[in-house]
């Protein structure tokens, strides 16, 4: 099984851009279906954004879709999250998941990603 960690956060602007990244530990990166989910201060663990294995298929939640581009590069055991036109609801703490997978697809939920990383804070202010 994989470890994650995450890194990139901060802050930055409202309309500003940020990019997360999320290195995973072993050799078999790209057996896994990975997944961003954000939570925000007294709110649930929500989807964000998901890719293949191949990073051939990519799903976005409703709210950051046009601004988020989910993407990996399996040589460096990395997947990233590039946000742009941040809004203030933007503000989180993000999490990568994963999940070792025979399927080429990508998944919302999270209850079917069985690891995860420690967490990255992004805050975006005005």
């Known amino acids: 099984q994989v470890q994650l960690a995450e890194s990139g956060g901060g802050l930055v602007q409202v309309g500003g851009s940020q990019r997360l990244s999320c290195t995973a530990s072993g050799r078999t990166f790209s057996d896994y279906a990975m997944g961003w989910f954000r939570q925000a201060p007294g709110k649930e663990r929500e989807f964000v954004a998901g890719?293949?294995?191949?990073?051939?298929?990519?799903y976005y939640a409703d709210s950051v879709q046009g601004r988020f581009t989910i993407s990996r590069d399996n040589a460096k055991n990395t997947v990233y999250l590039q946000m742009n036109a941040l809004k203030a609801e933007d503000t989180a703490v993000y999490y990568c998941?994963?999940?070792?997978?025979?399927?080429?697809?990508?998944?919302?939920?999270?209850?079917?990603?069985?690891?995860w990383g420690q967490g990255t804070q992004v805050t975006v202010s005005s």
């Open positions: 998941a994963a999940r070792k997978t025979t399927s080429d697809g990508t998944w919302s939920r999270s209850w079917w990603y069985d690891t």
């Open positions: 890719i293949s294995r191949s990073g051939g298929a990519t």
